[in-house]
């Protein structure tokens, strides 16, 4: 039961090394769990996160084995289903998988463990500096970032052979379509959850100005928040959106897109390989760019996603617990997870890696690299070093509830109003207590 160090290294520096072995190399570390230690990890449905976890269990050598518990897809699901059984002091969960909007609600309630020492070290290595942002909490690591993400605007060549950098130039492009009675729609998440919370975040941050404090403890709703609620009225009003906008989630934003339905979609990078799959005779046409600008000249502070690594207070096992959680987002690991699930690495080297999967053989779309599963990287790094994060606070999950109903739908929007009605529907859900399931 007790833990084993490799010749003198940290659990941490051992599982990395193993893992990159295992992971580049195929290299078998053989043997079974010995030590009867079962490490439980919940996270999202990944499509090759079980390989992730058989590689590290190689890398682990038997003392200790990592068991795969999958959540529901839905994120809100995800998130009950945890934080009841913490709630609870379930001490069955060792590494939790928490989207980058619960770090600070799960690190307040008392059931994230901080990370310190060599654990910290090695959780914070080479890791973007927004993707850090959301795993920490009044100044401490309380979560190791695995995967992050952020929107892009796509389009098609053949239709906006050069992309808007600017909402008004987009907007202006989008009216001149119509009217040429061509592809004209501008296609996002408009519908009452959180993706319309994410825009309008990217809009505020983007005009430099905040919906809470800093400190997350406070509501603020400045200037910046006001004219992000006026751009966003004025998008919506104008005939230039999907009919459906009140609807559309990612997936929804995508086959509109996907169908020839739009001119411009801002989305998450999975539109990529779907095209990629579903259209593959016009995926040379499909293009990509940062995010327009909101305030010309100044790049667009883009709101990111993705998911961190956290280790349970009531964890029996937490050395093995962080250990475990170090090898699941290596950069061997992060590697692997963009190129067979296109999840973002938080880990900048690895955008840069262009070591192929057979390292033997040269790149190509059977034996890929980061280069062939990441045309867009360049894009998707220069996005992240300007990234914004949605405000840190235990209480997100009633203020994006709040922000979600009272923004929708979007072209029902009254400024001044808004912005009063947010500022006292905020306040109120900032003085919630515990975990609001």
């Given amino acids: 039961m007790g833990k084993k160090r490799l010749r003198g290294r940290s659990p941490a520096r051992a599982a990395a090394l193993l893992a990159a072995g295992l992971v580049t190399t195929g290299l078998v570390a053989g043997c079974g769990s010995g030590s009867g230690v079962r490490i439980n990890v919940y996270y999202a449905p990944e499509d090759h996160f079980q390989t992730v976890v058989d590689n590290c269990n190689k890398a682990a050598a038997g003392r200790y084995e990592i068991v795969y518990n999958k959540l529901q897809r839905g ?24 989207d980058v909007t619960w770090v600070s609600e799960f690190a307040e309630a008392g059931w994230a463990q901080e990370w310190t020492g060599e654990d910290k070290a090695a959780a914070t290595a080479g890791v973007l500096k ?24 796509w389009y098609d060549d053949r239709i906006t052979p050069s992309p808007p950098r600017t909402w008004e130039a987009m907007m202006q492009m989008s009216q001149q379509l119509k009217s040429e ?3 004209y729609s501008i296609v996002f998440t408009g519908a009452q959850y959180e993706g319309l919370v994410v825009v309008y975040n990217t809009l505020v941050e983007s005009l430099g100005g905040h919906i809470l404090s800093d400190d997350g403890k406070s509501v603020v709703m400045d200037a910046g928040a006001v004219q992000a609620l006026q751009l966003l009225k004025q998008v919506t009003s104008s005939g230039i959106t999907d009919p459906s906008l009140t609807n ?18 801002l989305n998450w ?11 593959p005779q016009d995926l040379a046409h499909f ?33 093995q617990a962080f250990e475990a959680a170090l090898c699941l987002r290596s950069a061997e690991s992060q590697k692997f997870s963009a190129i067979n699930d296109g999840v973002p690495p938080t880990i900048e080297s690895v955008y840069h890696d ?43 999950q009633n203020a994006a509830t709040v922000m979600a109903k009272i923004l929708s739908p979007p072209s029902d929007i009254d400024p001044p109003a808004t912005a009063d009605k947010l500022r006292e529907q905020l306040n109120d859900a900032l003085q919630s207590k515990g975990v609001i399931p």
């Fill in 354 to 396: 262009d070591v192929p999967v057979d390292a033997a053989k040269p790149a190509s779309a059977d034996n890929p690299n980061m280069a062939v599963k990441y045309p867009m990287r360049d894009t998707i790094l220069s996005a992240l070093s300007t990234a914004a994060v949605r405000p840190l606070t235990p209480a997100y």
């Fill in 269 to 279: 990078p999975f539109v990529y390989p779907s095209y990629a799959e579903e259209k």
């Fill in 75 to 98: 994120a809100d699901d995800q998130r009950i289903q945890m934080a009841r059984r913490l709630a609870a002091g379930d001490t069955s969960m060792d590494v939790l998988g928490l």
């Fill in 248 to 265: 559309q989630k990612e997936d929804d934003v995508r086959q509109t897109f996907q169908r020839g339905d739009a001119a411009f979609e």
């Fill in 181 to 183: 009675h061509k592809p």
């Fill in 287 to 319: 293009k990509w760019a940062v995010y327009p600008q909101a305030k010309a000249g100044t790049p667009a502070k883009t709101t990111i996603g993705g998911y961190d690594l956290a280790v349970s207070t009531y964890s029996a096992h937490k050395p």
């Fill in 130 to 153: 927004a993707p850090m942002e959301t795993a920490t909490y009044d100044g401490k690591v309380y979560a190791a970032p695995k995967n992050t993400n952020i929107q892009l605007l």
